[in-house]
């Protein structure tokens, strides 16, 4: 367990590196002056040359990218070019809104997905597996920012039961939350309703089946316990990927996380805020990411270390 721990800590690491490299280099060679932007465009030449003098702009790029390695490792991602301020404050104050939305998504998907699953393998072929099947197809087809437009249209002008956008009460929990998990929710019944269909064809589950138990205990004591285990290393990852995939909800519901920071950044050309909320969403997707492993380790002694 320990030698594991030590090669996917050892990978967490690389990875980072890797996101934190590219991530410098999309940047760096995007348009655009940072130092014009934090000074003004009315600003002289002369302030915007000791802005970028001050921030190491006027360096070649290897050295912008030692010095920025430099900072990340110390927990400085730089001063934001709008707000003036530093940007892990920032992004440490969207943070609650952007994993309120994600929890709510999964919740979701899990919520519908696993009972979408359940009926499906329970009847095989019937009209419940296949408005199952039709579901999880428009799930995957139907592009998030589509499904947004949609819902805010019907039930934020058609049918006015949810605000339009914003944050600060559950009714602005509930749109985005649903379109967050309605594709979530085609992947977690399918998942369930293969896994199911595979472990009842298990020998323990037909010797249980020969005990002369109950189809309901037959499904709750052996088959469901042992066909969620897909189920939750999907959750684990699935909260990663919504944590670090909320851009597009955040920015058509106007939720205020971190999604919308990035957006934000990207329109104001703020290079700063642009590189520390990308750095910053992949560190914590891959620490999850580990969580979920050794979370799935130890719950299932059947897996084996190698």
Do not use: C
């Amino acid at each position: 367990m320990t030698a594991y721990l030590l090669r996917r800590l050892l990978g967490t690491v690389g990875v980072i590196f890797l996101v934190a490299t590219a991530t410098f280099i999309m940047v760096f060679l995007m348009p655009g002056d940072a130092a014009r932007m934090y000074a003004g465009p009315r600003a002289p030449e002369a302030t915007v040359q000791r802005i970028r003098v001050l921030w190491g702009l006027d360096q070649p790029m290897p050295v912008q990218y030692i010095r920025y390695l430099g900072r990340a490792i110390q927990g400085d991602l730089g001063e934001s070019t709008r707000d003036k301020r530093p940007v892990l404050q920032a992004v440490i104050e969207r943070l609650p809104a952007t994993i309120q939305l994600a929890l709510a998504g999964l919740f979701v998907e899990l919520i519908v997905g696993i009972p979408l699953g359940i009926l499906a393998a329970m009847r095989p072929g019937s009209w419940i597996d296949q408005v199952a099947t039709l579901v999880a197809l428009i799930g995957i087809s139907i592009p998030q920012f589509a499904l947004g437009l949609v819902a805010l249209y019907v039930f934020g002008f058609l049918i006015p039961i949810f605000p339009l956008g914003g944050y600060g009460t559950p009714l602005h929990l509930v749109l985005p939350a649903l379109v967050l998990g309605i594709g979530g929710t085609a992947f977690y019944s399918r998942v369930l309703r293969n896994s199911i269909l595979e472990v009842t064809g298990e020998d323990y589950v037909r010797t249980a089946h020969a005990k002369g138990l109950s189809p309901r205990i037959v499904l709750i004591r052996h088959v469901l316990r042992n066909a969620l285990m897909p189920v939750v290393t999907l959750a684990g990852l699935d909260l990663a990927t919504l944590l670090g995939g909320v851009v597009v909800i955040e920015a058509v519901f106007g939720w205020p996380g971190i999604g919308l920071q990035a957006w934000n950044a990207i329109r104001n050309q703020d290079t700063p805020m642009i590189m520390g909320t990308v750095l910053f969403a992949s560190v914590a997707v891959v620490f999850l990411n580990l969580f979920v492993d050794v979370l799935y380790i130890a719950i299932d002694p059947r897996v084996r270390l190698t």
